[in-house]
């Protein structure tokens, strides 16, 4: 069986980041949950990216940048070492950043999605945000595959509105955290490498 554990980025991981980012571009997919680290697609070195992500676990560092306190990890698939996909766990999200901003932004490679992986993604990340009572997730109406995850881990539909900021009709879904970990305990600690 297949073991998934998150890790958090550095730069003994830099090509496996930069291969990872690159087949999004090449499959000319959204990046998501990828905290700064895909600001190297910007002009950012991966230093200064990698330096930019780690930074944002400080309050006042992200405040600085008018952005969410975030942390962000890698999702390893441990039986081959391989990076299978990023989440972003948000905390203190300025009012800008609600709802369309979330507190978890999440991710998968092209080349290993419809496996289910993103449930075990979005599973690890609710432990590591055990510490918010409730959380917020947003995704395009049209991304037919977050909307399943989520769904699948027992997200509450909130709304349905235009983001204002690109335009995009987005759902919102919302997650009582410790409850969520509970429930899908069972479902997904086979998975997970302890």
Same mark, same amino acid.
């Given at each position: 069986m297949e @073991? !998934? *554990? $998150? +890790?958090?980025p550095s730069i003994q991981r830099k090509d496996d980041i930069v291969d990872y980012i690159n087949e999004f571009v090449v499959y000319n997919s959204d990046l998501s949950g990828m905290g700064s680290l895909d600001k &190297? $697609?910007?002009g950012l070195t991966f230093e200064e990216a990698l330096t930019r992500c780690l930074n944002m676990q400080n /309050? /006042? *560092?992200?405040?600085s940048m008018h952005r969410a306190q975030t942390k962000t990890f890698l999702l &390893?698939?441990?039986?081959?070492?391989r990076l299978i996909g990023t989440i972003s766990v948000r905390?203190? $999200?300025p009012k800008e950043m609600v709802p369309f901003g979330g507190n978890i932004g999440y991710g998968i490679r092209?080349? +290993?999605r419809k496996k289910g992986y993103n449930k075990i993604n979005l599973y690890l990340g609710l432990l590591e945000a055990i510490k918010v009572s409730s959380i917020i997730l947003p995704c395009d109406v049209d991304n037919l595959g977050s909307s399943k995850t989520m769904e699948a881990l027992g997200g509450k539909l909130e709304k349905t509105e235009v983001d204002p900021e690109d335009g995009i009709l987005t759902s919102i879904y919302s997650f009582n955290v410790s409850e969520t970990i /509970? @429930? *899908?305990?069972? @479902? !997904?600690?086979? *998975?997970i490498r302890t």
């Open positions: @073991k !998934f *554990y $998150l +890790e958090m &190297i $697609l910007d /309050e /006042e *560092y992200a405040r &390893i698939r441990e039986n081959d070492n905390w203190n $999200l092209p080349t +290993e /509970e @429930k *899908y305990k069972s @479902k !997904f600690e086979n *998975y």
